[in-house]
């Protein structure tokens, strides 16, 4: 299956790219705006260079994005919106899944299903469901895929290599962050079942939670690395969980409990990093 794969080059790209690799399922067309030696990227703006998205999305059965504006970024966060529907007007007919985020739910109460309504408290949040209303509405065979915590692209695993001190909120149940999460290794093998069956003509929702099965509290993720981290009084504007509805997800895909437990999240993110290493 020939997957255009837009925005490559980010956290999540990588470890696609380092993934799928060994999957002969698969014929990656990976894009990137910038160059990264031996990658074989397709490189092109995808705002700037219409010709040369569309002429990459003809080359492919299935068009995944990945590309976004992220905060960390010194772009504006509503290019995700023009972002979107660029690649939206050049995928066609083409099944097109694009990287949304949990971030979308806020402080949605209760477990997060794709259908209830959504509370963005953050402005990264408010941004991802400009982009999925914008590009829903226009209709089409678009997915919109909310992604769960990626372990190691994440706020505590990803600071775990920079030695960093890290505290964690605890609530008055005495517990930290409960947060749905995803190893490197369960994501790359979702996101490739995905793409594959729309491109074998399965109908995907418009909407669709990413994420293993199960919650996990941050501080038990540290625990299991091991790494030291402080507790600190939460603050009223803290979210104690996010944990995401997977019941549409299991209806398309056979989701492993294991892969949600810390032990689990934690081996894949180390085989990954090590991987990455690897190829350095």
């Known amino acids: 299956m020939r997957v255009l794969c837009l925005g490559a080059t980010g956290r999540l790209g990588q470890i696609l790219r380092r993934a799928w690799r060994d999957d002969p399922r698969l014929a990656p067309l990976w894009h990137g705006r910038r160059a990264q030696p031996g990658a074989g990227l397709l490189r092109f703006d995808i705002l700037s260079d219409t010709a040369a998205l569309h002429d990459a999305a003809q080359r492919a059965d299935v068009v995944l994005c990945l590309a976004g504006v992220t905060p960390s970024s010194d772009a504006a966060l509503s290019l ?17 899944l694009l990287a949304s985020s949990a971030a979308v739910y806020g402080r949605a109460e209760g477990l997060c299903q794709e259908e209830a309504r959504v509370r963005p408290v953050a402005p990264y949040g408010r941004a991802k469901i400009d982009m999925e209303e914008a590009v829903l509405a226009r209709g089409g065979r678009v997915t919109c895929l909310r992604i ?12 775990v290599t920079s030695c960093t001190p890290i505290t964690l909120d605890r609530f008055a149940d005495g517990r930290t962050p409960v947060r749905s999460y995803i190893g490197p290794a ?12 729309a491109g074998r003509g399965t109908a995907l929702p418009p909407v669709l939670n990413v994420t293993a099965p199960g919650a996990v509290e941050m501080g038990a993720l ?13 603050p009223a504007e803290a979210i104690a969980r996010v944990v995401l509805d997977t019941r549409r997800l299991e ?11 810390p032990e689990r999240l934690v081996a894949e993110w180390r085989a990954d990093r090590e991987r990455a290493g690897q190829d350095q």
Do not use: E, K, S
Not at 189 to 197: N, V
């Open 80 to 96: 995700n919106r023009d972002l979107a529907l660029a690649v939206q007007a050049a995928a066609g007919a083409r099944p097109l």
């Open 222 to 234: 540290l625990d299991a690395v091991p790494y030291p981290w402080q507790p600190r009084p939460a």
């Open 251 to 261: 209806q398309l895909l056979t989701l492993d409990p294991a892969t949600g437990t």
């Open 148 to 159: 769960g915590n990626i372990a190691g692209a994440d706020q505590i695993l990803g600071r």
């Open 186 to 197: 369960t994501l790359a093998a979702q996101l490739a079942d995905l793409c594959l069956a």
